[in-house]
T-cell receptor, first 115, second 112 residues
């Protein structure tokens, strides 16, 4: 089945450690996104990529890094510089960035807890 | 900057009634506006998209309206069911960048 897969679903990390969240899609979508969701808040955009080997910062990029070496993969690294990393992380993809549909397909999310 | 506001208070209604959720935005009108459903601990799922030149869009028991004068979208679920209980998010585009910004969502609880 076509879809978008995030892993791991749950992740615990000690302060000072970097962690990488995986996001893979087999929908042949050009654009991919990472959002962060905190309780009672909407989704906030961390990074997005409209094409392979290119990505842009979203509204809360500080303390995060990404890469887009393959069309189907868009991993997110939460670095030790991120002051409050405990959150629910959502990866999404869409067909063609900038079109008038822009429907996002989301993964099931990764919940990161910093101990 | 563009902001979206959804009613942060939960909406509780009786089964069979119509649920109406509100999404207000500031500044410029987007080219389109989207609605998503999110269940606890899951990723959002796309429901409907409405373009700026459309007043209304329907899909089964769902209806979305878009008023660019009021800078508001309304999301209606008719004949609501307990299975409709979830958080509903509205989202709008930022120009033609492909970026979407989301409201904080409104939680709907449909009681049998």
């Amino acid at each position: 089945d076509g879809g978008i897969t995030q892993s791991p679903k749950y992740l615990f990390r000690k302060e000072g450690q970097n962690v990488t969240l995986s996001c893979e899609q087999n929908l042949n979508h050009d654009a991919m996104y990472w959002y962060r969701q905190d309780p009672g808040q909407g989704l906030r955009l961390i990074y997005y990529s409209q094409i392979v080997n290119d990505f842009q910062k979203g509204d809360i990029a500080e303390g995060y890094s990404v890469s887009r070496e393959k069309k189907e993969s868009f991993p997110l690294t939460v670095t030790s510089a991120q002051k409050n990393p405990t959150a629910f992380y959502l990866c999404a993809s869409s067909g063609i960035a900038g079109t008038d549909t822009g429907e996002l397909f989301f993964g099931e999310g990764s919940r990161l807890t910093v101990l | 900057s563009q902001k979206i506001e959804q009613n942060s208070e939960a909406l509780n209604i009786q089964e069979g009634k119509t649920a109406t959720l509100t999404c207000n935005y500031t500044n410029y009108s987007p080219a389109y506006l989207q609605w998503y459903r999110q269940d606890p601990g899951r990723g959002p799922v796309f429901l409907l998209l409405i373009r700026e030149n459309e007043k209304e869009k329907r899909k089964e028991r769902l209806k979305v309206t878009f008023d660019t004068t009021l800078k508001q979208s309304l999301f209606h679920i008719t004949a609501s069911q307990p299975a409709d209980s979830a958080t509903y998010l509205c989202a709008l585009d930022i120009g033609n960048t492909g970026k979407l910004i989301f409201g904080q969502g409104t939680t709907l609880q449909v009681k049998p």
